[in-house]
């Protein structure tokens, strides 16, 4: 079965970490484009955070303002995952989060793959 596995989220107080993972199943992840998105109740989904196939030698990230400075999104190919850690967090960043294929260069998701959907709570 070919997907994305999001895990981790949950609740955290003001201030503090949580860290999601997206874990490629029956494709090989290094060689995607990948995204962070979230969508909070009664708002746009947010593009957050993407980072460059391991065939773009640029190794490139992008971090939308609302999280730059906070949030630090990696991959691990050997595990083949995407990880999304997010630290210093405030309650405005409540949402649920998802990760998805996307096109380089952009947010705009591929609709090859998208994670199940992870809730990230923030309490003040």
């Known amino acids: 079965q070919v997907h994305l596995v999001q895990s981790g989220g949950g609740l955290a107080q003001s201030g503090g970490s949580l860290t999601l993972s997206c874990a490629a199943s029956?494709?090989?992840?290094?060689?995607?484009?990948i995204g962070w998105f979230r969508q909070a109740p009664g708002k746009e989904r947010e593009g957050i955070s993407s980072?460059?196939?391991?065939?773009?030698?640029?190794?490139?990230?992008y971090y939308a303002e609302s999280v730059k400075g906070r949030f630090t999104i990696s991959r691990d190919n050997a595990k083949n995952t995407v990880y999304l850690q997010m630290n210093s967090l405030k309650p405005e960043d409540t949402a649920v989060y998802y990760c998805?294929?996307?096109?380089?260069?952009?947010?705009?998701?591929?609709?090859?793959?998208w994670g199940q959907g992870t809730q990230v709570t923030v309490s003040s």
């Open positions: 998805a294929t996307i096109v380089r260069g952009t947010m705009v998701p591929t609709n090859d793959y």
């Open positions: 029956g494709f090989t992840l290094e060689y995607y484009t």
């Open positions: 980072i460059n196939s391991s065939l773009d030698r640029s190794g490139g990230t």
